[in-house]
């Protein structure tokens, strides 16, 4: 069973960076897509960006698009996401999950604010 971590979380005001990390516990199988979603207060999950095992493929919101970038070292069973130009509208609860939606197993969060 996969075990999902995040880290890298804050508050940083508007246009700063952060990079997010997910570390995964056990053995992701050769097929699986990961993917970012994230829950804003009040607002259900939104699916932020996906990769697949290979990272031939990426997905972005279009709220992100630009911005943001996923990536994945398997050999370190370690996702990222370099988020960059952050707006206040970013500020949310990101989740790293196994599948290319984002509806598998999810990690408990990490929490990213955004202030002006």
């Known amino acids: 069973q996969v075990e999902l971590a995040e880290s890298g979380g804050g508050s940083v005001q508007a246009g700063g960076s952060l990079r997010l990390a997910c570390v995964a516990s056990g053995t992701i199988a050769g097929s699986t897509c990961m993917a970012w979603v994230r829950q804003a207060p009040g607002k259900g999950l939104e699916q932020v960006s996906s990769?697949?095992?290979?990272?031939?493929?990426?997905y972005y919101a279009d709220s992100v698009k630009g911005r943001f970038t996923i990536s994945r070292d398997n050999a370190k069973n370690t996702l990222y996401l370099q988020m960059n130009n952050l707006k206040t509208e970013d500020t949310a609860v990101y989740y790293c999950a196994l599948g290319w939606a984002g509806t598998d197993r999810r990690g408990q969060g990490t929490q990213v604010t955004v202030s002006s």
């Open positions: 990769i697949n095992y290979l990272s031939q493929y990426t």
